[in-house]
């Protein structure tokens, strides 16, 4: 029997709109509770400023470090990566958009920040 896969993607350094400092907060409470309720997403791809999230100056090093401890994937776009200078992200590994392409088409569900 096929594995349900859920695909979260996270596509700007933050959650909602509105002010930075309130996104970046509500993403980092976000991303520490689905840890700890233990529903996490079976992969995270970061593409456009979701990328920045991985970066070692966001905040998020914790929080990322603990959903790949559990065994989440997080896949970042190298595209993206480049583009914003981010050399060696906290936590993940590259890939590129045909895999983001891939990951989305074969996913049960996918849910986007």
């Known amino acids: 029997m096929k594995k349900l896969t859920d695909l979260l993607q996270i596509t700007q350094n933050g959650m909602g709109k509105g002010d930075n400092e309130l996104s970046e907060k509500l993403l980092k409470t976000y991303l520490k509770l689905i840890v700890e309720d233990n529903r996490l997403p079976s992969i995270i791809v970061f593409y456009n400023e979701g990328v920045k999230v991985l970066d070692e100056v966001s905040g998020y090093s914790e929080e990322l470090k603990n959903l790949e401890s559990k065994g989440c994937k997080l896949i970042a776009c ?36």
């Open 78 to 113: 190298t595209t993206c990566l480049n583009y914003y200078n981010i050399e060696n992200p906290v936590a993940g590994i590259k890939g590129t958009m045909p895999d983001i392409i891939t990951l989305q088409c074969d996913a049960d569900k996918v849910i986007n920040l």
